[in-house]
């Protein structure tokens, strides 16, 4: 204990979606601090609860390292005379330094012998530089939304009541406009709102325990998983829960009580989706299922206090959430009286977007394009398609939907169930919605992934048409995950089909509202599928430059430009892939401003240009079969072959001949060899030793 930190800054209540990333940057920043001002540690922690933001260090060195500063002066040779006497420069360096000449050191480097001055800044105690660092942690905590009040300057998520600093037992003595620290926390708002005074981190937790609060989240979290199981448990259920609702319920109570509640089994007429809904994204409440999933007539909420009558607490969740599931039941029962197809309709009144018309103008579109994938990719599912395509959109106008809007496409597909669709058309209504997050559930069906695919890109350019792409800080319309979503498709189910063509196919549907040539628009969107591709592809392990040299070469078919990658990836082991990177970038140097000719067999006069040429004739075309045929391992073998008549060449071949007409034909005949390569890649991306 003599040499932990415990901080605590406590506040009023801070709204759960703050929380979880304020821990992260808590301990990002006091790492950086700390690492900056030269001060040892074994361990940081950082904890949350609604009131409180706690900071613990374990073995926080006392004082700074010290730190040695050196500084060079004059050159040797011009620091001494001729009878080894300090010059003016040696002399002025050592005047400037605080020292005399005699204490300066002889310092090599590179460039040569230099007089310099080494100090050695003696660390300052810790408890002297913590009020400062303390103050400065505070401060540098980001919020998505902060908050100023009373007549402070002060910005924080919430108002700040108390600040509990320790370093050593010692109080840490700090104020933040008149907010001073001192050595007491608060417990409990409603069960033990009093002060009590601490000592150190292990009588900090267990005080704040006895006093109602469990400052640690991931223990609130074990409570609270552990608990709402054995209270499903004693009904036959078991519980459902996600990651993130069991984040977020630990983090909007300081001590969790568990509760049981009950609502009508008539209600699980209704879609379970809905019920899931109503009860995780509105009440925050775990639902109950059984062994095969099915939701039983239960729920499990967590209160965060302990009450007097846990039945009363019971029946008063019971009955908000039978008002919820009474709206939605009649939500339900009123939707199902009109058939899907008859909303599509009323779509015509839903504006997509100001620039880019009506929901009813959009589904028309991409109901135009999802039919055109199909036809390429799997014919046999058109006519599923351009039905799935023509209700994607029809319980937009749903009471359901209106009310939870989480369930578009989920709605969807229980409506055109009940009017009697093809199961492969219901689900595509639900699945042409995913991924629903980065990372997400991927379709399952042709008949979802083409309808998602054309839906997604006729939003992508339909923005990029009207001017309005992603920037490097917003993305309002979340063009970026739709990106990633195409492609991720694309390539999970082996479409052969580019991105050309799905950009030309949409371009040509919103011809109205082009804000600039179609050409223009054609070319940022590709290089938005770009980037986005490159990173996904950085970030699963594959070399950076290989992925430049690929992507900057094609970026059309996504399933043959991975297995390019792939391909490259693996000859990067050849012995000849260096050297053979290197003469390419030589080629492609020499070929700045040059536009493609013809290539003259007659002008050809130097031996090594004329077996270039012979060895370029050889393999051309069985690389150009290895890349038709998809063996782009095979393709890239046989380029390796070209290493020894291209080094030959330009060691004995002028390229630049005086004669324009050998000048052009040699430079012809790079160009079709650079032509070759770039089929594959653009070697001149990848990095190499020369």
């Known amino acids: ?8 800054i406590g506040t009023e209540e801070i709204p759960a979606g703050l929380l979880s990333k304020a821990v992260v940057d808590m301990e990002d920043i006091i790492h950086k601090t700390l690492t900056e001002k030269r001060i040892g540690f074994t361990g940081i922690k950082c904890m949350a609860t609604p009131r409180r933001l706690v900071l613990y260090i374990a073995d926080l060195a006392p004082k700074q390292e010290d730190q040695t500063i050196e500084k060079l002066g004059p050159a040797k040779k011009a620091a001494f005379d001729e009878n080894g006497q300090p010059t003016k420069a040696a002399a002025g360096f050592a005047r400037g330094q605080g020292l005399d000449v005699s204490q300066l050191e002889t310092i090599v480097t590179e460039k040569g012998d230099y007089l310099g001055a080494r100090k050695t800044i003696a660390g300052q105690p810790t408890a002297t530089l913590l009020p400062e660092i303390l103050t400065g942690f505070l401060l540098a905590i980001p919020f998505r939304k902060s908050m100023r009040w009373g007549n402070y300057d002060l910005r924080f998520a919430r108002p700040v009541h108390w600040i509990l600093a320790l370093y050593g037992g010692n109080v840490v003595p700090l104020k933040i406009e008149d907010i001073e620290s001192g050595n007491s926390s608060r417990g409990h708002r409603f069960m033990s709102p009093a002060s009590f005074a601490v000592t150190g981190f292990e009588d900090y937790l267990n005080k704040a325990r006895e006093n109602f609060v469990i400052v640690d989240p991931a223990e609130r979290k074990k409570f609270i998983l552990e608990e709402a199981q054995k209270s499903a448990a004693e009904v036959g ?68 206090t302990r009450p007097r009558d846990i039945a009363v607490v019971a029946k008063g969740n019971e009955r908000v959430l039978r008002a919820r599931l009474a709206d939605a039941s009649f939500f339900f029962e009123e939707d199902k009286k009109i058939p899907l197809e008859d909303r599509v309709e009323s779509l015509k009144k839903v504006v997509f977007h100001t620039l880019l018309g009506t929901s009813h103008k959009k589904v028309m579109r991409f109901r135009k394009l999802a039919v055109k994938i199909a036809a390429k990719v799997k014919p046999s599912v058109k006519k599923n398609v351009d039905r799935a395509a023509l209700l994607a959109k029809a319980d937009l106008e749903s009471l359901m939907v209106g009310e939870f809007s989480e369930l578009q496409g989920i709605m969807g597909r ?228 070209l290493r020894p008549p291209v080094d030959a060449f330009f060691d004995n071949v002028m390229v630049m001949d005086k004669d324009e007409k050998v000048r052009l034909n040699r430079l012809s005949l790079l160009a079709e060899i650079s032509a070759l390569f770039h089929k594959i890649a653009d070697f001149s991306r990848i990095v190499t030793a020369g």
């Open 1 to 8: 204990m003599s040499n932990e930190l415990l901080f605590e």
């Open 237 to 304: 259920g078991k519980l459902f829960y996600t990651d993130d609702l069991l984040e977020t319920v630990s983090l909007i109570v300081e001590y969790p009580v568990i509760v049981r509640g009950g609502f009508e089994e008539d209600y699980l007429r209704i879609p379970k989706e809905v019920l899931t809904t109503t009860m995780i994204s509105h009440q925050k409440y775990f639902p109950v299922v059984n062994d095969e999933g099915k939701l039983l007539p239960y729920f499990i909420a967590v209160s965060n």
């Open 414 to 641: 229980e409506y055109a169930l009940i009017a009697g669709e093809k199961p492969e058309i219901a689900n595509a209504i639900y699945e042409h919605y995913l991924p629903i997050v980065a990372g997400g559930d991927l379709p399952q069906t042709d008949e979802g992934a083409i309808v998602g695919i054309a839906d997604k890109m006729d939003t992508i350019v339909g923005f990029f048409a009207v001017g309005l792409p992603p920037t490097g800080t917003a993305d309002p319309y979340a063009l970026r995950r739709q990106a990633l979503g195409i492609i991720n498709i694309i390539l999970s189910r082996h479409y052969a089909f580019g991105l050309n063509f799905l950009i030309d196919e949409s371009l040509a549907l919103l011809k109205d509202v082009l804000k600039k040539p179609a050409d223009e628009i054609k070319k940022d969107v590709l290089e938005f599928f770009r980037g986005r591709l490159q990173n996904q592809l950085i970030s699963q392990g594959y070399a950076y430059d290989t992925v430049d040299a690929v992507l900057s070469a094609d970026i059309d078919e996504l399933v043959e430009v991975i297995e390019k990658i792939k391909a490259l990836e693996a000859f990067r082991q050849n012995p000849d892939f260096e050297p053979i990177s290197i003469a390419f970038k030589r080629v492609d140097n020499i070929l700045k401003g040059f536009h493609d000719g013809q290539i003259d067999v007659n002008l050809l006069s130097a031996d090594a240009e004329i077996n270039l040429f012979s060895s370029f004739d050889n393999i051309k075309t069985r690389v150009e079969k290895g890349i038709a045929e998809k063996d782009f391992n095979a393709a890239l073998n046989k380029l390796a072959a």
